[in-house]
């Protein structure tokens, strides 16, 4: 895969149109959750660890520790260097940077642990009072 499709946070390729088989819908969707990132176990368990213990459940942790190493992979850095970062950072403030890491590589139709207020017009706010 290449590194431009996973700083896109996708996890979908177009199929092979040089095959037969290449036009089916099923090729198409084959590549989700099929992003190559391997660790070793050292890190693994070191993310697992930091992260279940910081989320206070293991299956938490799991999830979180895997969002973070795909987005540490689509910024090519180092995994240990953001776990480094994040134990040197006191607990109040934790949130808020894992929160911005994880953002760093969504798409900008969304944002994790970010509440928007819907903002209404004054005319249609006059017309519902009225």
Not at 74 to 95: C, G, H
Request: proline share 5%.
């Amino acid at each position: 895969m290449s590194s431009t499709q996973i700083s896109t946070a996708s996890n979908l390729q177009g199929p092979n149109a040089s095959t037969s088989a290449g036009n089916s819908a099923n090729q198409y969707f084959t590549n989700l959750y099929t992003i190559d990132l391997s660790v070793s176990a050292d890190v693994n368990d070191a993310l697992i660890g930091f992260f279940g213990e910081y989320a206070g459940n293991p299956i938490a942790g799991k999830n979180l520790a895997g969002a973070v190493l795909y987005a540490a992979k689509a910024q090519n850095i180092d995994p240990m260097t953001i776990l480094d970062n994040f134990t040197k950072l006191p607990s109040s403030q934790l949130n808020s940077y894992i929160l911005a890491f994880l953002n760093s590589t969504r798409v900008p139709t969304s944002s994790l642990g970010v509440r928007t207020t819907a903002t209404t017009s004054p005319l249609i706010t006059r017309t519902i009072l009225v």
